[in-house]
């Protein structure tokens, strides 16, 4: 693993974080400051390289990102309206198993 140099994304926490009902769920978004600011970078990368400070700053919103995407879904599984629960979601999979026949010796 190749290690990054990002902000921590504990520090977005305070200002760029908003909790928005959904159903019986909670879900956490950016609030529209972090989501321009995220946006902009993003642009901005694309028509040429971020400093070094930018490249930090995008780096630790990118994983604050990933983060709440899967708080949300985690949440998001837990809701009533949720077809697919955590806890039986996977009773139809098949059972794994290796086949142990061996062909005759012919």
């Known amino acids: ?8 994304p504990s520090t977005l926490l305070a200002s760029g974080i908003e909790a928005r009902p959904l159903g019986d769920a909670i879900w956490f978004r950016f609030t529209s400051d972090l989501q321009d600011r995220s946006d902009a970078l993003i642009q901005r990368a694309k028509l040429g390289p971020l400093t070094a400070e930018e490249e930090a700053e995008l780096a630790g919103i990118s994983e604050l990102s990933r983060i709440f995407t899967f708080i949300n879904a985690q949440l998001s599984a ?29």
């Open 1 to 8: 693993m190749t290690p990054q140099l990002m902000i921590q």
């Open 78 to 106: 837990q809701a009533s309206w949720c077809p697919i629960k955590p806890d039986n979601g996977f009773n139809n999979a098949p059972a794994p198993s290796a086949s142990t026949v061996t062909p005759p010796n012919t």
